[in-house]
């Protein structure tokens, strides 16, 4: 091994940057050159690669989003398209890739992979649904803003006797809006994972209503077959009949952009440099995710295409705090 790179693809999550700079600072300790691809996979098509030493991803580990940039590439699933990466890695004569992303990337990556170039993953989604770790990068600070933001809106709907309808991120997993719910004490989460109602919801706000309740706030997965303005919607013209006003905030993405907290950024470093490990031992074809507390490689054929949900008791617990 004397060539890596590292590759950042698919939705930005808080913490890519601490996992670049370890990725990078470890595999000089190796011995190894590292390099950066920008844009992931589509500038991996296109053979863009940059060399990165110590002192490039300095400064870096407090940023939000990727320095190495990313972009979605749909293309990427045709052979042809994976054909054309492997060619433009072994022109740059890289030796294994590093994927940091999410469902999408790491299903690349285990294609590639397939295809005979040694790659490694990376768990780094906000919407922490890969199988093969118990969170990914991004998911911590993600949560806090979330978080933040429901905290300050039951103020509001506090002061005006309202509730708040709360759209968080996640695609289709609803690990976000389950976790920022019972987190935030609010009185129910919507996830695709336990479709629920709209008449369900207003049923909610309205028992909350009755048992003296000055607010009520729900929790809405973006991914949920009734998301925020479907419910707001269909509650059009009756809101009397559930005792609040209702109002909606929809967080968007928000919660991918700032700063990564002090867990995304140890936990991205020590992915990083498990990855990197994992490298050095001759090993590929894994993703490395924590489970247990412990940082260990889980194989791609256990993990591409496969979505990870959230734990079934956790909804049933959301539901008894809210009462």
Request: net charge neutral; glycine share 12%; with cysteine.
């Amino acid at each position: 091994m004397n060539r890596i790179a590292v590759l950042t693809s698919g939705g930005d999550a808080p913490g890519m940057n601490a996992a670049i700079r370890a990725v990078v600072r470890t595999a000089v300790g190796y011995g190894w050159q590292a390099f950066g691809v920008l844009q992931g996979y589509k500038g991996l098509i296109e053979g863009s690669f940059r060399h990165l030493g110590p002192r490039d991803v300095s400064g870096i580990v407090q940023l939000g989003g990727t320095m190495l940039g990313s972009a979605r590439c749909p293309e990427f699933q045709e052979e042809h398209a994976r054909e054309r990466a492997i060619h433009a890695l072994k022109e740059q004569k890289i030796d294994a890739l590093v994927v940091i992303g999410g469902n999408g990337s790491q299903s690349g990556a285990a294609a590639l992979n397939a295809q005979g170039f040694p790659v490694v993953g990376i768990a780094s989604t906000i919407d922490n649904d890969l199988v093969g770790t118990e969170i990914c990068i991004g998911v911590d600070t993600a949560l806090n803003v979330a978080l933040e933001a429901i905290d300050r809106l039951k103020t509001t709907a506090k002061s005006h006797h309202r509730a708040f309808l709360v759209e968080v991120m996640g695609r289709e997993c609803g690990y976000l809006a389950l976790m920022s719910a019972i987190a935030g004490g609010a009185e129910a989460a919507v996830i695709p994972e336990s479709p629920t109602h709209p008449d369900q919801v207003a049923e909610v706000i309205r028992q909350a209503y009755k048992r003296g309740k000055t607010h009520a706030v729900i929790v809405v997965a973006e991914g949920a077959e009734y998301n925020a303005q479907r419910i707001q919607a269909h509650f059009a013209g009756h809101y009397h009949e559930m005792g609040f006003e209702i109002r909606t905030t929809i967080l968007g993405h928000v919660q991918r952009g700032g700063a990564p907290g002090a867990y995304d950024r140890i936990l991205a470093t020590r992915l990083a440099a498990a990855a990197t490990e994992q490298l050095h031992q001759g090993n590929h074809g894994v993703l490395l995710g924590l489970q247990q507390g412990a940082y260990v490689p889980t194989a791609y054929e256990q993990v591409a295409g496969k979505i990870k949900s959230p734990d079934p008791a956790l909804f049933h617990l959301a539901n008894v705090l809210a009462q």
